[in-house]
Structure formats: C-alpha cells, structure tokens
C-alpha cells in the first residue's frame, strides 16, 4: 500500500516545518517552500527553483500542492470574468469565479462539493451534498484567482471589457481585492476548514490577504453566525435572505424551517452590535415571487422592526436555472424594489451581472462535468474489471 501523499496547502507553517524536518531537511528549507506556495503561487515543484533537485525529486514522491486539479477554465466579459472547474479526488467538480471591475478583483470560492441546504433557485442544490473541501483547497481557489489575475492585462477585450468601464491594463489591479465564500457549498456546514483557509490566506509571512477583505455568505445557520460574532478577526458577512416572510423563505430555502427570518435576524443583530460591522444582506429577485412593492414593503418591515443597524441589501436579479420554472424579474421591478427599500433609509444596489456568458453568475455554479466524469470513472472501471 503506498503512503497517502501530504497535501501542502493544508498545512500551516509550523506544520509544514515540522514535515519538511521529518523528511530530513534542514528546517529553513519549509520557509522556502511556504514561501513559493503562498507568496509566489507556485504549483510546480520542477519550478521551485531556489529549492535543491533531491528536495524537488523528494516533494513529487511524498506531497501535492492541492488535491484540485484544474480541468477547465472558461472566460467571458472580454475577459474580466473566469471560471474555472476543478476535480477533486473521486472526480467529483467544484468551481470557482473570477471577476474584474475598474481597480478591484473578486474572486468567489467553493467551500464544498454540492450543497446540502436545498435552495430552490440555485443550480448548486440540484447536486446535492458530495463533500467537504479541505482549507487546501479551498485556498487554492484564490490562488488559482490570483495568478489569473496577472494575466488579464495581457489578454482582454477591449471592447466587450469597456462595457464594464475597464479601460486597459491600467484598471486591472494587480492583487485580488476582495475573497467571498460564495460559491458551491454553505461555508458554516464546513465551518472548521473554511475558518482555517482564512488563517491560511491571512497570514502575513505568506499570502498576506486582509481580514476586512473576505466575506461569507450563509443561508441563515444561526450557529454559525454566532459563532463568527465572537471571532476577533474581522470577516465580513452576508445573509442569503431572499424573503421577507417565514411561508416564502421556507418555500424557497427549506433551512428557513429551522432558523426563521425573525430569529436569523436576531443573530445578525448580535453580530452587529458585537463586531461594528455592516452586513449585506443578497436578494433573489424572481418573478411573481419575491419582487413586487408588497415584498419590499415587507422587507423593509422586518428589517427595521427593531431598530436601524449596519446593513446593505444587494438585490440580483434572478439567473435562471433549469427546470426551476422561476424567471427573472424585471428590469422595471428591480428599479421599483430598491427605490423603495432606499426611501427606507435601507442602502441598496442592483448586482451587475457578470458571467452570465459562461454559467459563472450567482447560482449557476453546478459542477458541469460532475456527472461526465462519474460517468468517465465508471466506465474506465467497468472495462478494467
């Protein structure tokens, strides 16, 4: 039986050092290595170049970087937008986005394969859950984002990107701005290694991203909320809310059953008061669902009933997944909805789309080549035995 390879981006420093000791190496050999996976965003060994041959020949034989690997990625918005699908170890898919507007870069990642939580409107859920992600790989998304990131000055388009206000290379940032646990998966259902992944992109001898610049996104898991109010670092947070109602969010999100909007919001309130921090509230416009003047009168309702506290509502109009039977609200609605919402005193924006293209837009995410590559396995199975 051959010995389980080590996976490196799971590894904090203290934990690599200890390896690369183990493994017989002098221990300033994993400030080496560390450096070229996080700082460098090296997943190469042969390019590891300040490390020694027998060290490089000795990582291929005991360690991976990660245990994605990269099968596609597909561009849209002259380039500003990237997707890229990944394949985990029994070839299940997770993906994760890239989009670049005029000076900031975000990247979207997958906290887990599939999801469990069942939204109605998300192409996600349709998978169900598959499993967890390891903080590797999770991290791995960002740099896969990053080093992305350094090569769209060279090959935009410049006019389907001057569309999104992207002039040339000079409105490219160098470095992604902002990460935000929005994609495939409910980060809190794997709290643990997406807390880790954070420490791991946070810290400052290596991928030195800001605190104040990741975001998660829960669909309302109460525990978990509470569980980052009383976190030091300062990670941003966003509510999947979708309704203002307890019969509409439970037919659209079945976790509303079990965490109501009034005691979901009782939680952000403590996060808010505790933290100081402004959370962003995402709602799904949907026609004949969710997005008439009633709605947002009840939106507003709720969100004011006990009182004023940092918050912004970013309202998306709905992309449309297969056999949901849910199109997309109207231009006229989504205007009416947040004028109303902002005559509130609620701030408000209208999510630019971005991605729509390639099937990276929000809640399209669906691990396209899941079911190709089960399929794929199977048969290179079937033919073997």
Known sequence: MSEERVHLLDLDFPALTEHVKAWGQPAFRAKQ??????VKQETDFDAMSDLPGAFRELLKAKATVSTLRELLVRRGDGGLTRKAVFALPGNETVEAVLMVYPGRATVCVSSQAGCPMGCTFCATAKLGFRQDLSPGDIAAQVLWAQRQLAEIPDDIDPGPAARHRVRGPEDVPARLTNVVFMGMGEPFNNYANWRKSVDLLHDPDGFNFGARNFTVSTVGLVPGIRKLTEDPMQI????????????IRSDMMPVNRRYPIADLL?????????????????YVLIEGKNDDLGEAEKLADVLLDKGKFPMHVNLIPLNPVDDTGMTRSS???VNAFRDYLESRGIPATVRIQRGVDIDAACGQLAGDLAKELAEGTRSAASSSS
Not at 33 to 38: A, E, G, K, T, V
Not at 238 to 246: C, E, N, P, T
Not at 270 to 281: C, L, M, N
């Open 266 to 282: 009782d939680a952000v309130r403590e996060y808010t008061a505790k933290t100081r921090r402004r959370v962003s509230f995402e």
């Open 331 to 333: 231009r006229e609605n």
């Open 236 to 247: 941003n947070l966003a509510i999947s809310l979708h309704a203002a109602d307890d019969e």
């Open 33 to 38: 290595l560390y450096r070229q996976l996080w």
